[in-house]
């Protein structure tokens, strides 16, 4: 089975600043997808990134990046230019691309956003 | 784009009671739903996915009987809690996607508290 492991439950950055959530994942497939979720106070989820695993390039949004080490299983999230409103728990997020639609969810990283 | 409305928002009912949540695709068929239960500071949890026309997969452990689900349409899919007790107090999430190359979107969860 896949797991999804987020070693950091909490971090804190100040406005303006950059910083990065970790994400650890274990599978044996070669086709998967991983994704992170942002969900702020008001507990909707929101996709902030997505990356396909067989994509070499990192995939890029606006102010959010990641770092994808497929060979090393990692995938964190760097956040650029933090603002107030990147305040919330971020998950990331583990899909296989060639069985079923579950996605696996790591236990989230709270960040705070310091002004 | 990619709308998913969910409600209520909240409820509060007395132990017994049976409780429906409603999660709606606003802008795109939905063609597989997804039913999420979160506690307090933690993950998210699948409970079942289901297709839109068919039965619901429950996740194991998640008792079905409890937990009907009904994906009559592309954009609407129900979750009912049957004779819900105080356990069963939690937030749900829905999600949705449309194909399997798209990413689920989710609804802003409900929050259920049975006294």
């Known amino acids: 089975a896949q797991t999804v492991t987020q070693s950091q439950p909490e971090m804190s950055v100040q406005e303006a600043e950059t910083v990065t959530l970790s994400c650890t994942y274990d599978?044996?497939?070669?086709?998967?997808?991983l994704f992170w979720y942002k969900q702020p106070p008001s507990r909707q989820m929101i996709l902030v990134i997505r990356q396909e695993a067989y994509k070499q390039q990192n995939a890029t949004e606006n102010r959010f990046s990641v770092n994808f080490q497929k060979a090393a299983k990692s995938f964190s999230l760097k956040i650029s230019d933090s603002q107030l409103g990147d305040a919330a728990m971020y998950f990331c997020?583990?899909?296989?691309?060639?069985?079923?639609?579950?996605?696996?969810f790591g236990t989230g990283t709270r960040l705070a956003v310091r002004p | 784009g990619a709308v998913v409305s969910q409600h209520p928002s909240w409820v509060i009912c007395k132990s017994g009671t049976s409780v429906k949540i409603e999660c709606r695709s606003l802008d795109f068929q939905a063609t597989t739903m997804f039913w999420y239960r979160q506690f307090p500071k933690q993950s998210l949890m699948l409970m079942a996915t289901?297709?839109?026309?068919?039965?619901?997969?429950?996740e194991q452990g998640v008792e079905k009987d409890k937990f009907l689900i009904n994906h009559a349409s592309l954009t609407l899919s129900t979750l009912t809690v049957t004779s819900a007790h105080p356990e069963d107090s939690s937030f749900y999430i829905c999600?949705?996607?449309?194909?399997?190359?798209?990413?689920?979107?989710f609804g802003d969860g409900t929050r259920l508290s049975i006294l």
């Open positions: 999600s949705a996607r449309d194909t399997r190359e798209q990413p689920q979107h």
């Open positions: 997020a583990y899909r296989s691309g060639s069985s079923g639609d579950k996605l696996t």
């Open positions: 599978t044996s497939e070669s086709d998967y997808y």
């Open positions: 289901s297709n839109e026309g068919s039965k619901a997969t429950y």
